[in-house]
Every structure is written in C-alpha cells, then in structure tokens.
C-alpha cells in the first residue's frame, strides 16, 4: 500500500491536486490485484461529470 498526490497543470492553467492510496496484492512476485481509492469528490469538482446522484457531502 502506498499513499501519493498528484498535482499537474491543465493547458489553461488550471491546478489539479488529488490524494490517492494504491493497495496491490502481491503473490510469488507478481502483482495479483490493484486497487486505487481516490478523493472523487474533489475529481468531480475539478473535471465535473456525475455522483451517481450522491451528494458530494455523503460519506
């Protein structure tokens, strides 16, 4: 499991800051599964698009 932000520059300027934790699965030295949990409420803000009808004040 690793925790990471990601920061970048839109070509209009915009600044895109997200948190994200990876979690892999790791068998005999291969990767078995990934899983990425991210702050959608700020990448929905930022990129807009849908909740799935969720408030994005929810838990």
Do not use: C, Q
């Not at 934790?21 to 599964?33: E, K, N, P, S, Y």
């Amino acid at each position: 499991m690793t925790a990471r932000n990601l920061r970048a520059k839109t070509p209009d300027g915009r600044e895109y800051d997200n948190g994200y934790v990876f979690v892999l699965d790791i068998r005999d030295g291969r990767i078995t599964a990934f899983r990425e949990h991210a702050d959608t409420s700020s990448a929905v803000r930022f990129f807009g698009g849908s909740t799935g009808g969720r408030s994005l004040h929810e838990p």
